[in-house]
């Protein structure tokens, strides 16, 4: 058998060391070059055919005390006790080689035959350098095992030694935080039954100091949207992982004789070029996919902040004129429209149009839309349920319960319990129904909500996340086979699902319930290191934000919503003259832009005061960039620094333009250069010309702004 496996693509390499029936991770990182094959793994890891428990022990793809670890395992079971102790012994490799500039692949084949498991690994280094790692364990033996454990476990190196992970609330999601990398173990852990507002998009470690745009950064993402643990682990010796997994409860999952428990995929990049390249590998490697959304991403209005709960045809049709004259494309219902929903207290479950606000059912408005030649979509809620509701009085069993039928409720969680889809019964209903709105009218969106954590969900008194997850899998699944044309949403009370596990099978997230654009800065940041924007709803709110009271000028909400898939949740029927010129302006923007939005390389620019943020988008071929300059708080400075672009070709030249007009509230007349004051007083024939190495090697200077405001730069080749 084979001692190394060396896949590579330009910039990744990753050398496994396969001596003495076991696999470590020699080297996952900078490129080792097309003959990075020949290097004897040896020189890279420890010892490997240690004998004695004090010889240095090599961290094993797996890691397992049975080979001298003694941190985390990366598997975990017992056999009522027994076999808790699983020694993986290699039985095969294979390698599925392209050209160097396409994905490879190795499978291997581990067994152990005291504790009766089989583990295949599949690990899949993308042409974008994406790693994806793919597990699955086998019960070969004649009784059950249950299984605790199943992790992705990567080694970084010693250089590697400050941590990110991201953390958050509701309306305050993706907030980044940063350790210094010590002995010991630091694990974040998601038990909401769903991701979560808190969850980490991604587990890093990085050189010090790393940023956007410099340092070496490893990170890991687990694509998968039930309990989860993600951790940085630093053993006494030095060695330091990366580790996510499922997180599974107590008996949640056991392996009958022949059982296979599939471990959700993980997806780790590593950068030589900071956090942005690691951005690179993940958004490449999301627009490379066949489902991929790939027509222009329609400006939506979505009717929630609008009008709440006062479904009135007349209103809303008033609305959908608004919308249409404005430039909307996509007019979303939300939350109102079903069997005796006046509030949220109540009929989350009865998905019938109700008769007593919608006598001709929902014909009237779609026709109305539709004849204005915007998409229609509607706002769902299939896996909650209210406990006043005609399915729950008519189905009680159907509600999730932690000690199985007849046993008590968890509690409420915003007047909802959990609609128990591992019930074959309740999973056919709520099929059954959102098939019957999907073909009975022509619905082109769903906005699919999930608004309550599940910190106990059971079914037939045992753990359940795991097949909840998979079941809403199932049901996602099904109604895009049934119905494809449909595009979906996940939304969980804002951003608690986002992973790429949901974004399999949906069309993008909606990353916050908060529009205030102060937050959103943060937030759409920080979900863009994963996501590309286009994946990511970000909608022009209110003047005062509904969930902050905070309140901001039209230009710094537009602004902020342009860098996603943009929309409005706001009454457009009651803007002024001055603001719909503003927002209409805005909208043409996005729609001659959206192309190089939706399609660039994204970029952040590290900033020398934290109290402002710059970042864009810059084309595949650097001829054209948008900019964002934003003022987030008040800074000690009377000036800010230079912007110091990035991403553009320093051999180039480039005219630096306003892409919406300057706010005349966004800056005191002394703070705004001339340069700008030229662009904004004569347009394109007042935009300066200049070299893309002086743009980001000198850079320009930015207008003094007055806090949460911003303005908006084009970069065009000339």
């Known amino acids: 058998m084979i001692d190394r496996v060396h896949l590579r693509v330009p910039g990744v390499s990753l050398l496994l060391d396969t001596r003495d029936a076991d696999v470590r991770v020699a080297h996952w990182g900078a490129d080792l070059g097309q003959h990075g094959d020949r290097l004897d793994p040896a020189v890279l890891t420890a010892s490997a055919a240690h004998s004695a428990f004090d010889e240095p022990a090599p961290v094993s793809l797996i890691p397992q005390p049975a080979r001298a670890w003694r941190g985390t395992p990366g598997i975990a079971g017992d056999r009522l006790g027994r076999a808790f102790s699983s020694r993986l012994v290699l039985q095969d490799v294979s390698v599925e080689r392209q050209d160097d500039a396409g994905s490879q692949r190795a499978r291997l084949v581990l067994t152990d035959e005291a504790s009766a498991l089989r583990v295949d690994v599949e690990l899949t280094l993308d042409a974008t350098g994406l790693l994806l790692i793919d597990q699955r364990v086998t019960n070969t033996g004649d009784d059950v095992y249950a299984v605790a454990a199943l992790d992705t476990t990567l080694p970084v190196p010693g250089q590697a030694t400050e941590s990110l992970d991201l953390t958050g609330r509701w309306a305050r999601e993706k907030h980044p935080q940063r350790r210094r990398i010590d002995q010991g173990t630091w694990t974040r852990t998601g038990r909401h039954g769903r991701t979560g507002h808190d969850s980490t998009l991604v587990i890093a470690a990085g050189t010090p100091g790393f940023g956007w745009q410099h340092g070496e950064v490893w990170a890991v993402h687990l694509g998968w949207s039930g309990d989860h643990s993600s951790r940085v682990e630093r053993a006494g010796d030095g060695q330091t992982v990366l580790a996510v997994g499922e997180l599974l409860r107590p008996g949640e999952v056991e392996l009958a004789p022949g059982e296979t428990y599939v471990a959700p995929t993980a997806y780790a990049a590593y950068s030589a070029h900071g956090l942005d390249g690691v951005s690179s590998r993940f958004h490449e490697w999301l627009r490379s996919r066949d489902r991929h959304p790939s ?23 008033q609305l959908a004129d608004a919308a249409a004259d404005l430039g909307v494309e996509r007019f979303v219902l939300d939350d109102g429209w079903f069997l005796g929903r006046r509030n949220d207290t109540r009929g989350l479950g009865d998905w019938f ?5 919608w006598p001709q059912g929902l014909t009237p408005l779609i026709d109305h839309v539709k004849g204005k030649g915007m998409q229609f979509g509607l706002w769902v809620e299939p896996e909650m349920i209210n406990e006043d509701s005609d399915v729950a009085r008519e189905h009680p069993e159907w509600i999730a319960r932690p000690n199985g039928a007849g046993g008590r409720l968890s509690l409420p969680w915003r007047h909802q319990q959990v609609l128990d889809l591992v ?17 009975e009218y022509p619905i082109d969106y769903l906005k699919w909500d999930q608004n309550r954590d599940q910190v106990e969900l059971g079914h037939e008194g045992r753990a359940s996340t795991h097949e909840q997850t998979l079941a809403v899998y199932r049901l996602l699944d099904a109604l895009r086979a049934a119905h494809p044309g449909v595009e979906i949403e996940s939304c969980s009370s804002g951003g608690a699902r986002v992973d790429l596990g949901i974004l399999q099978r949906t069309d993008r997230v909606w990353a916050s319930d908060t529009n205030d654009a102060l937050e959103r800065q943060s937030i759409q940041r920080w979900t863009g290191l994963v996501l590309p924007p286009e994946l990511v709803g970000s909608h022009v709110g209110p003047g005062t934000s509904h969930t902050t009271r905070r309140t901001h000028d039209l230009s710094f909400r537009a602004i902020t919503a342009l860098f996603g898939h943009f929309g409005i949740e706001w009454d457009v029927r009651t803007l002024t003259d001055a603001e719909r010129s503003q927002l209409s302006a805005a909208i043409r923007f996005y729609k001659e832009n959206r192309a190089l939005l939706h399609s660039g390389r994204a970029v952040r620019i590290d900033r020398p005061d934290y109290t402002d943020a710059a970042y864009g988008t810059v084309s595949h071929d650097c001829s054209r960039a948008v900019f964002v300059y934003a003022a987030l708080a008040t800074s000690p400075n009377e000036l800010p620094a230079r912007l110091r672009f990035a991403g553009l070709d320093a051999d180039r030249d480039y005219r630096v333009g306003l892409g919406l007009p300057l706010d005349p509230h966004a800056a005191e007349g002394r703070g705004v250069p001339p340069w700008l004051r030229a662009v904004a007083d004569a347009g394109a024939d007042g935009a300066p010309v200049v070299s893309g190495r002086a743009l980001m090697q000198v850079g320009l200077p930015m207008p003094g702004l007055h806090p949460e405001h911003a303005v908006l730069l084009t970069v065009s080749a000339v």
Do not use: C, K
């Open 295 to 317: 027509s222009p991403r329609p400006v939506v209005l979505n009717t929630w902040e609008a009008v709440y709960f006062n479904h009135d045809l007349t209103v809303l049709t």
């Open 353 to 357: 149009v109700d008769p007593d606000v």
């Open 423 to 439: 019930d074959p019964d309740a999973w056919d209903y709520v099929y059954a129904r959102l098939d019957a709105l999907l073909s």
